[in-house]
T-cell receptor, first 110, second 117 residues
Framework: GENVEQHPSTLSVQEGDSAVIKCTYS??????FPWYKQELGKGPQLIID?????GEKKDQRIAVTLNKTAKHFSLHITETQPEDSAVYFC?????????FGDGTTLTVKP | GAVVSQHPSWVICKSGTSVKIECRSL??????MFWYRQFPKQSLMLMAT?????????EQGVEKDKFLINHASLTLSTLTVTSAHPEDSSFYIC?????????????FGSGTQLSVL
């Protein structure tokens, strides 16, 4: 089955700096890669996603890049703000079945 | 965006009692919903796939008689934790996929914190 590895497990940045979280997947048939933000005591919220036929997608301060050959994808957050502090999960989907990474706790220090 | 409503947000119950958690898709129909369990500082663990009008599909190691799933309509799935014990205490989350969409986007409920005394 699919295996998704996410790094780092914790990330601390200064407000205004950029944050990058990386995920690798094992199944080359996976074709949909969403990123979720989860705040304490709440459910995950979709923040950006990318399909396998696209290499990069951007939405304001958030971007995702995908390298199908290397089987890895990354979340980039620029100009970080304290409200970006949360746990971020990546996931890889194949034929409707999803596999989640272990999560990254991002702390943005004012 | 699509909204998934999950209730209750938290529940405390006595050991041996049953607890029902509801997951509703508010503005779309969902033939498929998913139930997860999440321990503190860990990822989401898929428990089962809820299919409207048919039996749920449980992941390996999940007791189907303990975690009863009912998906009787296109907008509602329920998870009942039967004869709950302290080890069932956890954060339970549901998600749903829009049946009318061509993409695979999942929308999550806000989660239910279950504490069994």
């Amino acid at each position: 089955g699919e295996n998704v590895e996410q790094h780092p497990s914790t990330l601390s940045v200064q407000e205004g700096d950029s944050a990058v979280i990386k995920c690798t997947y094992s199944d080359s048939a996976s074709n949909y890669f969403p990123w979720y933000k989860q705040e304490l005591g709440k459910g995950p919220q979709l923040i950006i996603d990318i399909r396998s036929n696209v290499g990069e997608k951007k939405d304001q301060r958030i971007a995702v890049t995908l390298n199908k050959t290397a089987k890895h994808f990354s979340l980039h957050i620029t100009e970080t703000q304290p409200e970006d502090s949360a746990v971020y999960f990546c996931a890889a989907f194949n034929a409707g079945k999803s596999t989640f990474g272990d999560g990254t706790t991002l702390t943005v220090k004012p | 965006g699509a909204v998934v409503s999950q209730h209750p947000s938290w529940v405390i119950c006595k050991s041996g009692t049953s607890v029902k958690i509801e997951c509703r898709s508010l503005d779309f129909q969902a033939t498929t919903m998913f139930w997860y369990r999440q321990f503190p500082k860990q990822s989401l663990m898929l428990m089962a796939t809820s299919n409207e009008g048919s039996k749920a599909t449980y992941e390996q190691g999940v007791e189907k008689d303990k975690f009863l799933i009912n998906h009787a309509s296109l907008t509602l799935s329920t998870l009942t934790v039967t004869s709950a014990h302290p080890e069932d205490s956890s954060f339970y989350i549901c998600s749903a996929r829009d049946s009318g969409a061509t993409n695979e986007k999942l929308f999550f409920g806000s989660g239910t914190q279950l504490s069994v005394l």
